[in-house]
């Protein structure tokens, strides 16, 4: 049995899919939410990181779990890992960021390499992902796209490397299902070096609509993240962001295409397979 946590976010969700066809596999929420799949070997677990008791009912009979956290201020992995390692897991697929490798020490990051610490030294065997930035976080641009033909960002030219996160999840899987991963960190890019400004470029041309983009200011970008986050990780996510624009996010290493037997997928390929979570396309 393969427990996927994350079951119903972007990368645990395709991960979902992915082992479906051959693998029996527990998907994990909070709620009983509806399943990314179903089939004869699915079956669905509520649970969640703050209720260690859950944990160990969802870890039952598991041999193997894709761990995926969000919130990096609560003891979330240091709770699954404890009951992880007290039912017996074999191997845990880990969900970090390529973030660590970076050279910031904001609060956000220095947390991810406590967190990849607890993994490397649990006492399971473990693998650790690092993918740059998802290409479906510019699915928060749909809202604007809507309204005005609008996209904004901090930073429009400053460039990452976004990762599709079916790629991401196919790593996942082949961790999770081979042998030949134990102790190993992958670093996932994307196949080209993108600013916000060049993505929108893109997803308009994919649309059939141009998109304007507006850079936002830093007191612009504080004051719409202070909707969303409490203040230390808005500081971390600006710091995060400044880095970017320091050109301290470029591309390295090619994992991916080796891991997974096939060239990185583009932004133009996501977002021709997501122009439907678009409005007006
Ligand atoms: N976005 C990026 O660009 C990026 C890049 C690199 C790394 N990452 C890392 O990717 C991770 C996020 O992955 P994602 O984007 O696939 O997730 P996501 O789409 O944000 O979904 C979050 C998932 O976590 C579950 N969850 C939230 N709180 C929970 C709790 N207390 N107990 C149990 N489950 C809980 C949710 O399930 P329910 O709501 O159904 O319970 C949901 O399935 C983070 O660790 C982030 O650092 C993100």
């Not at 969802?58 to 041999?63: F, N």
Request: glycine share 10%; proline share 5%.
């Amino acid at each position: 049995m393969i427990l996927v946590t994350g079951a119903t976010g972007t990368v645990g969700r395709e991960v979902a899919r992915q082992l479906a066809a051959d693998h029996a596999v527990r998907l994990m929420s909070r709620t009983p939410a509806r399943p990314a799949v179903s089939g004869p070997r699915v079956e669905t677990v509520v649970a969640d990181f703050a209720r260690p008791d859950s944990l160990a009912r969802a870890l039952s009979g598991v041999r193997a779990a894709f761990l995926v956290t969000c919130h990096p201020a609560e003891p979330h992995d240091e709770r699954f890992l404890e009951a992880a390692v007290a039912e017996g897991v074999g191997h845990v697929v880990k969900l970090s960021a390529a973030v660590v490798e970076d050279d910031t020490d904001d609060f956000l990051t220095l947390r991810q390499r406590v967190m990849e610490e607890e993994v490397r030294s649990c006492g399971t065997g473990w693998t650790l992902l690092r993918p740059r930035a998802f290409m479906s976080n510019t699915l928060s641009w749909a809202d604007s796209i809507g309204r005005d033909g609008t996209v904004g960002a901090l930073y429009g030219n400053a460039s990452n490397a976004p990762v599709d996160p079916r790629d991401v999840a196919r790593v996942a899987v082949r961790a999770l299902t081979e042998r030949g991963h134990a102790g190993r960190t992958y670093t996932l890019v994307g196949p080209e070096q993108l600013s916000a400004r060049q993505q929108a470029c893109i997803l308009g041309d994919v649309l059939g609509r141009p998109l304007r983009f507006r850079e936002w200011t830093v007191r612009e970008a504080r004051e719409r993240l202070a909707h969303g986050y409490p203040p230390p990780v808005v500081e971390a996510l600006l710091k995060r962001a400044a880095l970017q624009a320091g050109g301290g996010k470029t591309l390295r290493g090619d994992a991916l295409a080796s891991l997974t037997g096939r060239a990185a997928g583009t932004f133009r390929g996501w977002a021709d397979d997501h122009a439907h979570c678009f409005p007006g396309s």
